[in-house]
């Protein structure tokens, strides 16, 4: 990739680095303020069961065939209407503890302020859905759903996600490929599913119709990054930083903030890898490499920590 595009690939490149790492961090400071008001999306079982991030695997699957058959069906519309309408009501859900902690003694502001939100993204997603304002409200859902999803699986859960979310990345967009299907179709209706960051000055998404399976050496005029591939690796590294111990053990740090760390500088290895991949022009799956480097990054952290695997963090 010679001269300028290449200049242009690796600014691209490192702030879709910066977005994955503020999303992670973002969610991290969302941590307090979300378990103030008791947020927990799969009850006590989630703590421990590690059947319930399989349930929510197959969920995916089957909502990604219902999501392949209305494509197939020309009624994207539909689509675009049901998400916009799932965004802007998670909005409330996301933002309601950030409000409540900005306005504290005023009459209902947290909820006002979040209603008044949701019809700001509900309005601008549907009339002026260029890049930034889906990367916009992409970056805070992503980063609130981080949150929700860490705090609410434990250890153990949260390592069968990363590994069974992998898994069915891989199998998806290299096997039975109808991931690049879902793609495709997200990217034509401009739903906030995918961030994007542009590789050229002035790029817009509107009228371009995203041939997600372009050949390899086939230029893209900006990369494309799923919402999933932002969450998931930092759902461990939320979980970890909420069930590992705060007391200090280096320099007043804690076990939880260093093993937190720990993913996140093994999902940026991983990271790493994928830019390399998808310098080549070709779709790959992002949640392989990702994922496995937030595990090995969490693993190498809790040894190093405690000279062993605590097992009873994990349960």
Same mark, same amino acid.
């Given at each position: 990739?010679?001269?300028?595009?290449?200049?242009?690939?690796?600014?691209?490149? #490192?702030?879709?680095?910066?977005?994955?790492?503020?999303?992670?961090?973002?969610?991290?400071?969302?941590?307090?303020?979300?378990?103030?008001?008791?947020?927990?999306?799969?009850?006590?079982?989630?703590?421990?069961? $590690?059947?319930?991030?399989?349930?929510?695997? #197959?969920?995916?699957?089957?909502?990604?065939?219902?999501? +392949?058959? +209305? /494509?197939?069906?020309?009624?994207?519309?539909?689509?675009?209407?049901?998400?916009?309408?799932?965004?802007?009501?998670?909005?409330?859900?996301?933002?309601?503890?950030?409000?409540?902690?900005?306005?504290?003694?005023?009459?209902?502001?947290?909820?006002? #302020?979040?209603?008044?939100?949701?019809?700001?993204?509900?309005?601008?997603?549907?009339?002026?859905?260029?890049?930034?304002?889906?990367?916009?409200?992409?970056?805070?859902?992503?980063?609130?759903?981080?949150?929700?999803?860490?705090?609410?699986?434990?250890?153990?859960?949260?390592?069968?996600?990363?590994?069974?979310?992998?898994?069915?990345? /891989?199998?998806?967009?290299?096997?039975?490929?109808?991931?690049?299907?879902?793609?495709?179709?997200?990217?034509?209706?401009?739903?906030?599913?995918?961030?994007?960051? $542009?590789?050229?000055?002035?790029?817009?998404?509107?009228?371009?119709?995203?041939?997600?399976?372009?050949?390899?050496?086939?230029?893209?005029?900006?990369?494309?990054?799923?919402?999933?591939?932002?969450?998931?690796?930092?759902?461990?590294?939320?979980?970890? /930083?909420?069930?590992?111990?705060?007391? @200090?053990?280096?320099?007043?740090?804690? #076990?939880?903030?260093?093993?937190?760390?720990?993913?996140?500088?093994?999902?940026?290895?991983?990271?790493?890898?994928?830019?390399?991949?998808?310098?080549?022009?070709?779709?790959?799956?992002? %949640? @392989? %490499?990702?994922?496995?480097?937030?595990?090995?990054?969490?693993?190498?952290?809790?040894?190093?920590? /405690?000279?062993?695997?605590?097992?009873?963090?994990?349960?």
């Amino acid at each position: 990739m010679p001269g300028k595009n290449a200049l242009f690939y690796i600014l691209s490149a #490192a702030s879709t680095a910066v977005l994955f790492v503020a999303v992670q961090v973002v969610a991290l400071l969302l941590v307090p303020q979300y378990e103030s008001v008791g947020y927990q999306a799969f009850g006590k079982a989630g703590q421990t069961d $590690p059947l319930i991030p399989l349930i929510y695997v #197959a969920f995916l699957i089957i909502f990604s065939l219902f999501l +392949i058959y +209305i /494509f197939k069906k020309g009624r994207g519309n539909i689509i675009r209407v049901i998400f916009i309408f799932i965004v802007s009501l998670s909005a409330i859900y996301v933002l309601f503890p950030v409000f409540l902690l900005a306005f504290p003694s005023a009459p209902n502001p947290d909820f006002i #302020a979040s209603v008044a939100v949701m019809i700001a993204i509900a309005v601008a997603l549907w009339l002026y859905p260029e890049w930034y304002v889906v990367d916009s409200w992409g970056f805070i859902m992503a980063a609130g759903i981080t949150a929700i999803f860490g705090i609410s699986l434990g250890i153990l859960p949260s390592l069968v996600l990363l590994i069974a979310m992998a898994t069915y990345d /891989f199998v998806a967009v290299y096997k039975t490929r109808h991931m690049l299907d879902i793609a495709e179709g997200a990217l034509d209706l401009n739903l906030p599913v995918m961030m994007m960051v $542009p590789r050229k000055k002035n790029y817009s998404n509107f009228g371009k119709k995203v041939n997600v399976r372009a050949e390899e050496g086939e230029e893209r005029d900006a990369l494309f990054i799923g919402l999933g591939d932002m969450i998931i690796p930092g759902v461990l590294t939320v979980s970890s /930083f909420a069930n590992f111990p705060s007391a @200090p053990i280096l320099l007043g740090i804690g #076990a939880n903030a260093l093993i937190s760390t720990g993913c996140i500088a093994g999902a940026l290895v991983g990271f790493a890898l994928l830019m390399r991949l998808t310098s080549k022009g070709k779709a790959q799956a992002g %949640l @392989p %490499l990702l994922n496995t480097g937030t595990i090995a990054g969490f693993l190498i952290a809790t040894v190093l920590i /405690f000279h062993t695997l605590p097992l009873h963090y994990f349960l």
